[in-house]
């Protein structure tokens, strides 16, 4: 082979090494991700419902799971979260969310943040 037959045989080689590792990159992406889940606490203040969810694969499922399971129209979504844990604390209509590592840093910083009074109307986490 010539000069020339080996530059392109070169430079073939390179994109083919470069097109695996993107190849490879996306895969290893996606792997990772698949194994993330999800769960959400949705809430409606005038009838006080609450709805939760929980090892959703993606952010919306988890999101129209706690809307369906809340049960009201006008349920919002008041918190998501994927690797954690979820608390909905309250007094009277208005909730408080909060996240944390385990069910019970979530529900205490829900509490301390909600003030006297409070109790835990709903937490979920992920697996």
């Known amino acids: 082979m010539d000069a ?7 430079r073939a080689l390179l994109v083919l090494l ?17 194994n993330v889940l999800h769960a959400a606490i949705a809430y ?6 609450v709805g939760w969810s929980t090892d ?7 999101s129209t799971e706690a809307l369906k399971q809340c049960g009201h129209e006008n349920c919002v979504v008041v918190g998501s979260v994927s690797r954690g844990c979820l608390a909905l604390a309250r007094a009277s209509a208005k909730p408080f969310v909060e996240k944390g590592a ?8 829900a509490l301390k943040r909600c003030g006297q009074a409070c109790e835990i109307s709903a937490w979920t986490c992920t697996r």
């Open 4 to 10: 020339r037959g080996d530059d392109v045989m070169a």
């Open 18 to 34: 470069l097109a695996g590792l993107a190849a490879g990159s996306a895969l290893g992406y996606e792997t990772r991700n698949r």
């Open 44 to 49: 409606h203040e005038g009838t006080q419902a």
């Open 56 to 62: 959703r694969r993606t952010s919306r499922e988890a």
């Open 102 to 109: 385990t069910r019970q840093e979530a529900e205490t910083k």
